[in-house]
């Protein structure tokens, strides 16, 4: 019994070292979203130079993939339920828009379902996009999404 109890220590904590959980990997998706650098680079309809975002490979590589963040609704047309809504890692107050946090902390998300607007922090899932074009659009983008029970 003895070796029994010491086994299912050893592949517990083999597999709690090798496994990130959930909650890791959602914070990870933010974190990773931050290793970004900017450039300056000249607009011509604007008639001034723009910041334009330098993806790091890291970032590269989840472009296109399934990726499950934990983060915050912030509506952009009232405290309804939205299929199109800015998603940020930080509350309303502190986000973006109305905070001190930069561009990298939010995304565009593109749901396949209605979500509920919601004061605490949801998680959701979807296709993660990349932009480093269009001035008008975040540079984050995710589709597909839904609602992480």
Same mark, same amino acid.
């Given at each position: 019994? @003895?070796?029994?109890?010491?086994?299912?220590?050893?592949?517990?904590?083999?597999?709690?070292?090798?496994?990130?959980?959930?909650?890791?990997?959602?914070?990870? $998706?933010?974190?990773?979203?931050? #290793?970004i650098?900017? !450039? #300056?680079? /000249?607009?011509?309809?604007?008639?001034? @130079?723009?910041?334009?975002?330098?993806?790091?490979? +890291?970032? @590269?590589?989840?472009?296109? !993939?399934?990726?499950?963040?934990?983060? /915050?609704v912030?509506?952009?047309?009232?405290? #309804?339920?939205? !299929?199109?809504?800015?998603?940020?890692?930080?509350?309303?107050?502190?986000?973006?828009?109305?905070?001190?946090?930069?561009?990298?902390?939010?995304?565009? $998300?593109?749901? %396949?379902?209605?979500? %509920?607007?919601?004061?605490?922090?949801i998680?959701? @899932?979807? %296709?993660?996009?990349?932009?480093?074009?269009?001035?008008?659009?975040?540079?984050?983008?995710?589709?597909? $999404? +839904?609602?992480? %029970?």
């Amino acid at each position: 019994m @003895k070796n029994y109890f010491i086994a299912f220590i050893a592949v517990f904590a083999l597999t709690a070292t090798i496994a990130p959980t959930a909650q890791a990997q959602q914070d990870n $998706v933010w974190k990773t979203l931050q #290793k970004i650098t900017f !450039k #300056k680079k /000249y607009d011509e309809m604007l008639g001034f @130079k723009v910041d334009v975002p330098v993806f790091s490979e +890291e970032i @590269k590589k989840m472009e296109g !993939k399934i990726v499950t963040v934990k983060g /915050y609704v912030i509506p952009v047309e009232g405290y #309804k339920s939205h !299929k199109e809504f800015v998603f940020s890692a930080f509350p309303y107050n502190m986000c973006f828009f109305c905070g001190g946090a930069g561009p990298e902390t939010v995304m565009e $998300v593109f749901a %396949k379902e209605p979500i %509920k607007y919601s004061a605490e922090a949801i998680t959701i @899932k979807g %296709k993660l996009e990349l932009n480093d074009s269009d001035i008008n659009r975040l540079i984050y983008i995710i589709k597909d $999404v +839904e609602l992480v %029970k």
